[in-house]
Each structure stands twice: as C-alpha cells, then as structure tokens.
C-alpha cells in the first residue's frame, strides 16, 4: 500500500477552463494513507458566480446552492492547507490541478504539493486494454461500487480513491511491489505505455527501482 500520504482530489466546475473565465463550485479531498481514506476534505464553493441549467442538470449543484455556499476566499486557503505537502492525484489531473492553481493565484496562494499524480494515465498504463477509462466505467470494469451522485465531488473522489488502492494492490499482487510510494506512480505516469510492462516486470528487489531503493535504505537506516 502507499508508504507516503496520496490526497485525491474532485473539482466541479462551471466549465472546462479557468482561461475562460470558468470557476469552482465545489471541492472533494481525501487523504489516502497506507490503504485506507483516513480524512477528508469536502466544501460548495461560492465564486459569485452563474451556474448554468446546463452544470446545474449535470451536476445537480444549483445556483441557491452556491449562493449560500462558503466564499472561495475561504475555502481554498483551507483546501491548500489540507493538502499541504502531499502529493496531489485526480482523475484527469491537469484540469484539477489547474482549477487549484488558478483559484490559487487569484488569492495569492502558492500550492505546495509534491507533485501529481493521473489516475487515469495510472489505469491506462497499469489496466491496459478496458473499454473505457471514464470513471465510472473504469470502476465498474475493476469492480468498484460507484456510490453517490456522479459529477459530485465527494462522490467521484471516493471512486477514484478506490481506483487508486485497487492499483496499489494489484501492483502488489501482479508484480510484488508491496510498497507503493507516490513517486513511483509519478514515473509510470510519465512513461509511454509501451514502456511500462517491462518497467513494472522488474524484480522487486531493492537494485530494480530508485524510488524504491531510497525508500527501503531509509527504512533501513532507522533499524
């Protein structure tokens, strides 16, 4: 399982890109540590902003919602601070990440997240072949109960955070990486897929990987 904390994060959206003018509604984060969600944060988000019936019938957030939602002044100070220096995963990381980083600088916050890691880019590489890496495709392939409202950030967090254990237990399974630290999941993200069977066939010892190497010489040096 993961041997540093992984925090999945889920943004709804008024539309597809900050560069437009679009805005957050609402956030979902949940701190995965070893194999389990041990805390999580969830919050509407008010940006004084319009949501359209379009959002509003996909997402089933209305604008009364926001309205009387906390102000985005607020939340994302505590959303970053929840965050803090974890590594950052998200289905579809860069629309998350970018949506984070432009509220962010709105307000004069600097993320510090140590790095990022796609869920969907991992499920490509490591579950090659499904039909669909959708998430709720993607999680009825690996057999995942979908629970909640799609398109609700909690709901789709927890789903991908499924998605992510269920990969930290089959790189366990399939190829002995029992240890998962969230570096390792960050280079497998940034390798083409061709290159990714023999990357993960490797023997797991401690000579096959850095990530893996550094992390078990420490590990050995507090015995």
Do not use: W
């Not at 008024?14 to 956030?27: F, N, Q, Y």
């Not at 991908?160 to 998962?180: D, F, K, P």
């Amino acid at each position: 399982m993961y041997i540093q904390p992984v925090v999945m994060m889920d943004f709804e959206t008024t539309g597809m890109s900050p560069a437009l003018g679009d805005r957050v509604t609402e956030v979902a984060a949940l701190r995965i540590v070893g194999g389990v969600v041990v805390e999580r944060f969830v919050s509407l988000i008010n940006c004084d902003v319009r949501i359209s019936p379009f959002i509003s019938q996909l997402t089933g957030i209305t604008q009364a919602m926001v309205d009387r939602a906390p102000p985005v002044e607020q939340v994302m100070p505590e959303l970053v601070r929840f965050i803090g220096n974890d590594a950052l995963a998200a289905h579809n990381v860069s629309f998350d990440e970018k949506f984070l980083l432009a509220e962010s600088a709105r307000l004069g916050i600097v993320p510090t997240h140590a790095g990022v890691i796609c869920s969907v880019k991992l499920s490509r590489r490591v579950f090659p072949g499904l039909r669909s890496y959708a998430l709720g495709a993607l999680a009825s392939s690996l057999g995942i109960r979908f629970n909640g409202t799609a398109h609700r950030a909690e709901a789709d967090a927890e789903v991908a955070s499924a998605v992510m254990l269920h990969i930290a237990a089959h790189l366990g399974e399939r190829y002995g990486i029992r240890e998962v630290d969230p570096r390792f999941l960050q280079q497998i993200n940034r390798l083409t897929a061709a290159k990714v069977p023999g990357f993960l066939q490797r023997p797991a010892d401690p000579a096959s990987n850095q990530v893996i190497r550094t992390v078990r010489r420490k590990k050995s040096s507090i015995l």
